[in-house]
């Protein structure tokens, strides 16, 4: 029985009891919202779901997704006008917003065994008889790592496992080197744009990405078609750009890449790799896995592949030529308004964004069409005279796949009205069926557990939150979430790191994100393929669309509650509790790295969330062989306890009317959490709180400056962090008690 099967029918032993709990959340006012205000909201809402359809989401994603549509593409430029022209059928000021960005796409891709033996990669995918989507390639992108940069290398294979940073200490005790060498390493267990990030700062001249069948093909399940699971041909595309550095174009950091942008040589870029990388399916890379000698693998490498596993250097030796267009291209945002009844100087901002990698089905369109449901929900309840309190600007982001390229530059160029009438963001992406998956700013976890407490799952008839309560109470990684998942008030929602849309709005800006997915029932290996089509998403991941409305419900409650609140349903106590769990995370990795007889690497974000549903997880924490001093973490906890009790107090207030400047300060509060000078290393990340870890690319490091400059044995530089932290802290208990007051 595999994970998913018990999962479900666990669940469902485990849900009756939960219920109960629902039905009396569902009676309570909303946050935000007076008893009137919130039978109105309510009444609005279930408004709102009548118009949500399933059918009409099934054929706009039929549609978007029949053909390739990357940046650059003209199904690209075509599906921009067709959600431009729906935008404006819906009653919404709409209007193209065009950057000029560099995007690179394959002009010579060859890999070729040149000893012992010899064989050449096909380097291509297969169409299938059993899915025509397969077969319309006309202009699709062949596999490659966008922003790889050119070269041509030869050298001895080694293999690197999943090429992190504790892979890199295995090798060291075998007395192996990359220097000099190609790495050849495992998609899986970071963001792919660490692993010749890494590689290349070992020395390594070239990297090679594939697909071990054992983490997502036939080691998992039956592969496509017969099943969900990666063909022996498909190759995971995708961007290589040093996104943890800065995303977006990578000519323009910091401004909008306008025609008329002052722009960067390329050779000046800092976020193109540093070496030649490549993506492969697991059939080309077994031949050159079988050429390998050197000592067998640890167990714990091994993949599922019919060979043994070696880790070389060579005898394997192989030859990697890319070479790459670097064209200049526009990238098409499509952006709709709708002005606010009310309070149309405060904006709620909506987005998902419309290219893919290929046909794109489950990524992004399978998002992008419950972001469509519910805009043209919210256009017809507008025109029925039930317009927003406030601005609604619905986003469908172009150029997200190369680096989060078309939102970048939108918030770049942005920048000053964003930081002074930007509301919140919420983000959607790819969706399939399973449980909520809800990460964002803090100040709005209570928001999102009132939102889930108020949908039902479709597969068994519980609230979308008992579901996952369920799920938590048997498959939390520890004790203290298996126990929250019955006891705390909302379940905790995870910090967000990097990997879609909202990183320039949370990151760069400091405006309050949320992102929502549901997932975890239909593992697969499509991502990023040839495979991610209409086909295999209706069989796969969510046939009907059950998910897809459930996704739509989530998303338009918590758009429609920040849209028309009373008092903006921002809140502080849930922000404090999760701080303090960080920071005891960070005491207790110190502690670990002074005694150096833990397991750190067990500590790093232990319990920031589920691990099982993160793959970044995996971060070799560095040993020590250096004194650990003592740290002043003093003035975080007087910090925390400031503000925990300004957030308590405030607890009063939540349910009294608020004035706009009330509303200023509550939402302008996640501000107070940046600072001007960034990060040390990478200004362009301003979040204090929440950022990509340097080393982990999507995974996200909470206090970031502190805990990397701990994780990356930098002691020099910890107090210094301490202080920018605790100070961030106080200004914003200083905000929050003024709000109590
Ligand atoms: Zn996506």
Do not use: C
């Not at 359809?53 to 990357?70: G, K, V, Y």
């Not at 008092?567 to 502690?591: K, Q, V």
């Not at 250096?626 to 300004?646: I, K």
């Amino acid at each position: 029985m595999n994970r998913s099967a018990k999962t479900l029918a666990l669940s469902i032993s485990l849900i009756s009891g939960l219920a109960s709990t629902q039905s009396l959340l569902a009676a309570e006012t909303l946050l935000g919202f007076d008893a009137a205000g919130s039978a109105a909201q309510r009444a609005l809402e279930a408004d709102f779901d009548s118009r949500i359809d399933a059918r009409e989401m099934e054929a706009w994603l039929r549609d978007l997704s029949f053909e390739p549509h990357h940046v650059g593409s003209p199904k690209g430029y075509a599906n921009a006008q067709r959600l431009a022209e729906l935008f404006t059928s819906w009653g919404y000021a709409t209007e193209i917003a065009e950057y000029e960005i560099l995007f690179p796409t394959p002009k010579t891709r060859e890999l070729e065994l040149v000893s012992p033996g010899s064989f050449t990669a096909s380097l291509t995918e297969e169409a299938l008889d059993e899915d025509p989507s397969t077969s319309r390639t006309q202009d699709l992108l062949p596999p490659y790592n966008a922003f790889s940069r050119d070269g041509e290398v030869e050298a001895e294979l080694v293999f690197v496992n999943y090429g992190m940073p504790a892979d890199y200490e295995v090798l060291e005790r075998h007395g192996i080197s990359v220097e000099g060498k190609i790495a050849i390493a495992k998609y899986g267990r970071s963001w792919r744009g660490i692993k010749p990030k890494l590689a290349g700062e070992k020395g390594a001249i070239g990297t090679l990405i594939y697909s071990d069948p054992l983490d997502d093909g036939y080691g998992q399940g039956e592969t496509y078609p017969q099943g969900p699971f990666k063909h022996e041909s498909a190759v995971q595309r995708g961007s290589v750009m040093d996104m943890p550095t800065y995303p977006g174009d990578v000519l323009t950091p910091g401004i909008g890449a306008t025609p008329d942008a002052v722009r960067l040589d390329r050779a000046d870029a800092p976020t193109i790799t540093e070496i030649p990388v490549l993506p492969i399916s697991h059939k080309d890379a077994m031949p050159l896995l079988a050429a390998m000698g050197g000592d067998v693998v640890p167990a714990e490498w091994r993949g599922g592949l019919p060979i043994t596993y070696h880790m070389g250097p060579g005898p394997a030796r192989v030859r990697l030529k890319l070479e790459f267009n670097w064209t200049m291209v526009t990238a098409y945002n499509v952006i709709a308004r709708l002005e606010g009844s009310e309070f149309p100087d405060e904006w709620v901002i909506r987005g998902n964004h419309h290219d893919g990698w290929n046909h794109g089905a489950a990524d992004p369109i399978s998002g992008l069409v419950a972001l469509m449901a519910e805009a043209k929900a919210v256009g017809e309840l507008a025109q029925a005279g039930n317009a927003p309190a406030r601005t609604l600007i619905y986003a469908a982001w172009d150029a997200e796949e190369p680096g989060l390229i078309g939102s970048t530059e939108w918030v770049e160029h942005h920048a000053a009205e964003l930081s002074e009438h930007a509301v919140a963001y919420l983000n959607t992406d790819g969706n399939s069926r399973g449980f909520i998956n809800i990460g964002g700013s803090h100040t709005l976890e209570k928001l999102m557990g009132g939102v889930t407490a108020d949908v039902i799952d479709p597969q068994t008839g519980v609230s979308v939150d008992a579901r996952r309560r369920a799920m938590l109470t048997l498959e939390g990684s520890n004790a203290r979430i298996k126990n929250e998942a019955k006891n705390r008030a909302q379940l905790r929602i995870s910090p967000l790191g990097s990997g879609s849309d909202y990183t320039p709005f949370l990151q760069h800006l400091g405006i309050a994100s949320i992102n929502i997915a549901f997932g975890g029932e239909a593992q697969d290996g499509s991502y990023h393929t040839l495979y991610d089509t209409y086909e295999h998403y209706l069989k796969f991941r969510d046939p009907g669309l059950y998910y897809g409305v459930a996704l739509a419900q989530v998303a338009g409650r918590a758009t429609l509650r920040i849209a028309n609140a009373q008092r903006l349903p921002f809140e502080f106590a849930g922000l404090t509790d999760n701080i303090a769990l960080y920071l005891s995370e960070i005491e207790a990795l110190t502690d670990a790295l002074r005694s150096g007889t833990e397991d750190t690497n067990s500590l790093i974000d232990a319990g920031t969330y589920d691990l099982a549903l993160d793959p970044t997880k995996n971060l070799g924490a560095p040993s020590s062989n250096q004194p650990v001093p003592y740290f002043n973490f003093a003035r975080l906890h007087n910090a925390l306890t400031r503000l925990d009790a300004a957030a308590t107090a405030y607890e009063g207030k939540v349910d009294q009317p608020a004035s706009a400047e009330v509303n200023r300060l509550l939402y302008s509060s996640e501000r107070l959490l940046t600072r001007g000078h960034g990060l040390a290393g990478r200004p362009w990340f301003k979040h204090h709180l929440y950022a990509p870890g340097f080393y982990t690319g999507y995974g996200v490091k909470t206090l970031p400056g502190v805990r990397e400059s701990i994780e990356q044995l930098q002691f020099d530089a910890v107090d210094e962090q301490i202080v920018i932290a605790a100070q961030m802290i106080e200004e914003l208990a200083a905000r929050v008690e003024d709000l109590s007051r």
